[in-house]
């Protein structure tokens, strides 16, 4: 199929996920689920040319991510070019790696901008979701951020395990120092996608947590930017995913298969270029997985005749594979949905569950070992 799409604009972010490789075994992860089948890495000097081809094309942010980008020792090598060329940089971290030797380097090497996740506030927790012991580690790292002189930025991801310590997430942000807590609420696909019976909040424990995160902005005006990423589940409505596809995200794989999202490789029936293969500019321009849900001509209905498709542009196109088994449907977390019942009986199904039964069904965390045998057993995704 062509799609007949509109020319957009530059990508205005391009996002190097350096590594798949990762210390930490979060039951969240975005990474794919078979991401172990995918071991191999661009080499530095093909990163660095696919910085120069992103600046080129009009990229003005470079976000450095993995896996954990502080496994690359190439690392200062990048981020040394992307300063050069004039992006602003910004790494994505567990902190782990992140000693103060290797932030004075990094820092000389250019880096505008660290941001650190914690996966909850307290010791237990945050080892617990990671599976490994890092909660001293990331307060210390947070305090050699702080001595670099980098804005603090904490990013937390939100789901029904941690929701309920909210209003210590951001004490413990405040008393660290950070300018920015970012609170974002699960997305389900990846991992979140397999855990998701585990994870979903009640709909009561999101209302408590929106209000104890208004308070403390009323609190703290602008001394802590919060931002509440609000969860699509929960509202009925569909939001415009990676602001719009091919839009203004830009990301290349560990292995340069380029995408306009970092879960767009499990679509079934598009190809992604490769950057070893293919300029950024054919790939951004040109190739049919960009161009595929760019724009609002592929929608059928109800998107089609929606007044809301230039707003949402139809929400994810992941989100719809994952639960409707059709990237081309409209994301059934929209109430106009054919298959919003979808979400509306996970959401009832997750609110009915005791909490004191969560464990009974183990969390799968990510780790190489659950990624080979969940790709092994993989068949069509559903709710
Ligand atoms: Fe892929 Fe939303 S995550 S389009």
Redesign the pocket.
Known sequence: MTTVAPRPGPPLWLLAELTYRCPLHCVFC?NPVDFAQQENELGTEDWLRVLREGRELGAVQCGLSGGEPLLRDDLEIIIAEAARLGYYTNLLTSGVGLTAQRAAALKAAGLDHVQLSFQDSTREMNDFLSHTKTFELKNRVAKIIKDQGWPMVLNVVIHRMNIDHIDRIIEMAHEMGAEYLELANT?Y?SWAFVNRDQLLPTHEQLRHAEEVTDAWRKRLGERMRIFFVAPDYHEGKAKK??NG?GRMFLTVAPDGTA??????KM?PGLEFPNVNAHSLREIWFDSEGFNR?RGTGWMKEPCASCDQREQDLG??????YLLAQDAAAA?PVCAKSPDHHRVVEAVAHAAARDPAALTEHPLVFRDPANSRRLSAAFVTPHA
């Open positions: 975005f997305q696909y995913c990676v596809w995408l306009p999202c970092h879960t767009a679509l849900y929400g994810c196109r992941c989100q719809a994301d």
